[in-house]
């Protein structure tokens, strides 16, 4: 199976939000999507970084709710891993297994 097998069914909206927003906004985007990524483009909507359920609840841990008004070139991770919609499902999920994430763009 491929990604795109994956995606023909799922679709391909993918979320995006700026980089100056601030982490609270991003959690409510999150939640009111029910989805745990978010793409950060920046403003040639180029792909500069994402941010994760993850990423949040550790710089909430770390920082307590002041963490929410935190922009999120603070606290998103800066190199995203992609995948084309060719690779297959096994190859995806032993880059995620190997590099310790669960999102890809």
Do not use: Y
Request: hydrophobic letters at 45%; proline letters at 3%.
């Amino acid at each position: 199976m491929t990604v795109k097998a994956i995606l023909s069914t799922k679709g391909t909206d993918v979320c995006t939000i700026e980089p100056t927003t601030n982490l609270a906004a991003a959690a409510e985007l999150l939640a009111g999507r029910q989805i745990g990524a978010l793409v950060i483009t920046g403003p040639d909507h180029r792909v500069i970084g994402i941010v994760s359920e993850r990423d949040i609840v550790h710089k909430l841990a770390t920082h307590g709710a002041a963490a929410l008004q935190l922009p999120l070139t603070e606290v998103m991770t800066r190199k995203v891993m992609t995948c084309s919609i060719s690779d297959t499902i096994s190859s995806v999920m032993e880059r995620m297994t190997a590099g310790k994430f669960r999102h890809l763009r």
